[in-house]
């Protein structure tokens, strides 16, 4: 990652210009790296204390800077596939010709609504932690949560949000490598209309953006469902001895 963005950052300065995709790479590639460190800082600490990471003091800036960096990646991830998806596919549609004309903007109003995905993900997750970790010491967890039906409604909601703010990268990757696909078909059929054969550079820059794209769909759907039932598990139990099976995807994730 260190290695991606000092080459995109010394291309930028030769060039004196800023493409979208080495952009997009670098920030990419800074906020993974930061990623890192907060898992590596998060894993010693739970290991090494525990019950100090559940504290309130530490227990939340950790996880939420754990959780800002996570989706900064997820979105700008996002923003790559979009970008492959409009630099490589090919259709007639005017719609499609007119977003490919203005990508350069389309880019930019799609990491101008990701930052702003961030921030109100960035507040679901404030109220989430604070209340959590509030009640992790609690004796008897289930009774407490049966006693307090009000907040065990508010934590269901806002896991519900944090779930359903998942589903716009995740739609937006189904949808490049969708279009990716019928683009790799209609371009494979000319060429065999054509008789120049099934291979050409655009078919293999078809096939790689797909192979990228899918990888990260795979990736991002494990990681999703990992970390839903590690919030869970954490919530109902925090000393539970199945919690390791489910962090453990959730710090390969940003090393894949």
Excluded at 180 to 208: C, I, M, Q, W, Y
Excluded at 219 to 236: N, T
Excluded at 241 to 247: G, P, S, V
Aim: proline share 2%; with cysteine.
């Amino acid at each position: 990652n260190g290695f991606m963005g000092v080459v995109n950052c010394s291309d930028g300065i030769k060039n004196q210009k800023i493409f979208s995709a080495n952009f997009i790479l670098t920030c990419l590639a800074s906020s993974t790296i930061v990623q890192l460190v907060v898992v590596l800082f998060n894993s010693c600490l739970i290991g090494l204390n525990p019950y100090l990471y559940a504290t309130y003091r530490i227990g939340k800036p950790a996880s939420m800077l754990w959780y800002m960096t996570n989706k900064l990646t997820t979105l700008l991830a996002t923003c790559l596939s979009v970008f492959y998806f409009f630099k490589i596919a090919h259709f007639p549609h005017s719609l499609f010709l007119w977003l490919r004309w203005r990508m350069n903007r389309v880019i930019v109003m799609l990491l101008t609504l990701s930052l702003f995905l961030l921030i109100f993900d960035c507040l679901l997750v404030y109220m989430f932690t604070d209340i959590t970790l509030n009640i992790i010491g609690k004796s008897n967890l289930t009774l407490y949560l049966d006693e307090n039906k009000t907040l065990y409604d508010k934590l269901s909601m806002l896991n519900i949000l944090l779930s359903l703010s998942n589903l716009i990268p995740f739609s937006l990757c189904l949808t490049s490598l969708l279009f990716l696909f019928l683009s790799l078909v209609r371009h494979t059929r000319n060429l065999k209309l054509s008789s120049l054969g099934s291979r050409d550079s655009s078919t293999e820059a078809h096939r790689r953006a797909m192979k990228m794209v899918m990888s990260f769909l795979f990736l991002f759907i494990f990681h999703v469902l990992s970390s839903q039932m590690a919030s869970w598990i954490v919530f109902v139990s925090w000393n539970s001895r199945y919690l390791k099976f489910f962090i453990l995807p959730l710090n390969v994730f940003p090393s894949c």
